[in-house]
């Protein structure tokens, strides 16, 4: 399967991007990050829909969309890896996750998205949460290849 992270904001170094290339090296399934340029200049409702209709363009028609919203559902670890495998199993090759700015997704973005996710109610940095994900991810894939690494 191949992954797709759409996300509204440049990393530009830092922590946080590096907690995300450390899992995102460690995958075996291939995953690309798109970023998508911040819409910092407009009010709050225009941002969140440029940011929707750009995260939207740079999903592929073929994806599992997944966005990432603190009032998604909250699945432990291994029913995400089991959402994982089950989209496999039917034969998903790409998978994509939309990760908004500091204004959210759009309502456009949430409709479309066969799954919304959260992380808790907590409101994290959107950097942080590309680092969160890709290691849920890793985490995800040694769930389904038996590895003892989800249980330390």
Known sequence: MR????????????IEHALYEHYARRLSWPLRLKEIAQEGALAPAEAKAREGRALLAAVPSSARLTALDQRGELLASEAFAARLAAWRDAGASELAFAIGGAHGLSEAVLAKAELVLSFGRLTWPHLLV???????????????????????
């Open 3 to 14: 992954i797709l992270v759409a996300a509204v904001g440049r990393a530009r170094g830092g």
């Open 130 to 152: 590309r680092g969160l994900l890709a290691e849920q991810l890793y985490r995800a894939e040694t769930i389904l290849a038996g590895h003892p690494y989800h249980r330390g």
